[in-house]
């Protein structure tokens, strides 16, 4: 049950690439989560996966040598929803579906990849602690930093700077 969930249901068993299979697998989840509960569902499952996924990484990978195996991307999954929180929340403001937002979520998705790879700055520091929350805060941050990107062109496309807005109807 450990390896299940931190390869959320096998994605992390998925080769090349293993962390970005993670992340695409979190999107159809996020999804789920969105048509059931809308996106505070998202919030929530995002905070009880951290927890699990510190949990869990910390009686599956205890005393190994890496505590950050290529299988483990439950850590994405968290960093992924966080990362689609603000397509989430404003597809629910305007009522509208957040399929209709897709530049929204291909964003929050390859942003979030970017930073997870990159590890820039704070997201860096924190991944080497080699520890479980190591693992789990580094994707957290990814997925901050990625909403703030997402935020940013989002506010970009809706002021006109980046050009008009298609019609959604």
């Known amino acids: 049950m450990n390896r299940l969930a931190l390869s959320f249901f096998g994605a992390g068993y998925i080769r090349p690439a293993p962390g970005t299979w993670g992340s695409l697998a979190a999107l159809p989840a ?4 969105y048509m059931a509960v809308g996106p505070v569902g998202l919030v929530v499952g995002a905070v009880l996966l951290y927890a699990l996924g510190i949990y869990v990484i910390n009686a ?3 005393g190994q040598d890496d505590h950050d195996p290529s299988w483990v991307v439950i850590d994405e999954v968290v960093g992924q929803w966080i990362a689609l929180l603000p397509v ?3 597809a ?16 929050a998705f390859l942003l979030f990849r970017l930073f997870d790879i990159w590890k820039p700055w704070i997201i860096g520091k924190i991944d080497a602690r080699g520890d479980a929350i190591g693992v789990m ?11 703030i990107v997402v935020i940013g062109l989002a506010a970009l496309i809706h002021t006109g700077i980046l050009g008009d807005i298609p019609d959604q109807e």
């Open 60 to 62: 599956e990978l205890k």
């Open 88 to 90: 989430a929340f404003g």
């Open 30 to 33: 996020a999804w789920l989560i």
């Open 137 to 147: 805060l580094d994707d957290v941050l990814a997925g901050i930093f990625a909403a």
């Open 92 to 107: 629910y403001r305007t009522g509208i579906s957040p399929l209709l937002l897709w530049p929204g979520i291909v964003s």
